[in-house]
């Protein structure tokens, strides 16, 4: 049953991207900037919506109301897909910051090219981080929030990546505030599997850290810990122990 509802859900989900670039993606390219993702988060919407109905997810979001009403920089773990596309509703207009072969993406590539991104050459790091602290700091004072993954990478559920810190940095430079995001995404849209898995999907978005007068390397540990901290709570896969911790955290 599985199978077969993963099956619909990918049929919808193609069915929606040919349909975009019909519709979509040349009405947003006639407009302004901030006209451009009303316009192409309807496909996000539509995706969540039929991810959801097909594989049998409950959505439960938590702390909406910690969204700041000026630009921030949005820092979430990164499991999925799904993140990549609900994340951009959360605080529109929305940057992210992404690896460039995205672009390359036929339609999708497309869109995303609209919506002012910060594509990075990953084979380049020191070029990268130069790139995401430049344009990054630009994005905000232009009045857009930023949404970066700490981690780089898909990071799988019951797995740990150290985050990284060009996005504290960012916020950091501009006097920014920070919004920490953990979710259990990668339980019900695993990563590079076609199978789906029913149940609840959580996501938290956790309160405003101010990064005014502080030191990188302290808000960083302050967001790492409300993300690890929020996994160990909604969790179904066992988190791995950190660095200074003896034991691993488990759900529940």
Not at 170 to 195: D, K, M, T
């Amino acid at each position: 049953m599985k199978l077969l509802r993963s099956l619909l859900f990918y049929m919808g989900y193609l069915l929606a991207i040919v349909v975009a670039a019909f519709t979509l993606v040349p009405v947003a390219a006639c407009l302004p900037l901030r006209h451009r993702f009303r316009v192409l988060n309807q496909y996000n919407r539509f995706i969540i919506f039929w991810f959801g109905l097909c594989c049998g997810v409950r959505y439960r979001i938590e702390g909406l109301g910690n969204l700041p009403d000026r630009p921030c920089v949005v820092l979430s773990n990164h499991q999925s897909e799904w993140e990549t596309l609900y994340l951009q509703l959360l605080k529109p207009p929305m940057c992210t910051v992404f690896k460039k072969e995205l672009l390359n993406i036929p339609i999708f590539g497309w869109s995303l090219r609209l919506i002012w991104p910060i594509p990075l050459d990953r084979t380049n790091p020191s070029s990268a981080v130069r790139k995401v602290l430049t344009e990054g700091a630009e994005r905000l004072k232009a009045g857009m929030s930023v949404l970066i993954f700490p981690e780089g990478t898909r990071v799988p559920p019951g797995h740990r990546r150290p985050f990284k810190k060009s996005g504290i940095h960012v916020a950091c430079r501009v006097g920014a505030p920070i919004v920490p995001v953990a979710h259990n995404a990668g339980e019900r849209w695993p990563g590079r599997r076609l199978v789906k898995s029913p149940g609840q999907l959580t996501m938290v978005v956790g309160p405003v850290i101010e990064t005014e007068g502080r030191r990188p390397n302290e808000v960083l540990a302050e967001v790492e810990r409300f993300v690890e901290t929020e996994l160990a709570r909604i969790s179904e896969v066992p988190r791995p122990a950190g660095p200074d911790e003896p034991e691993a955290k488990v759900a529940g």
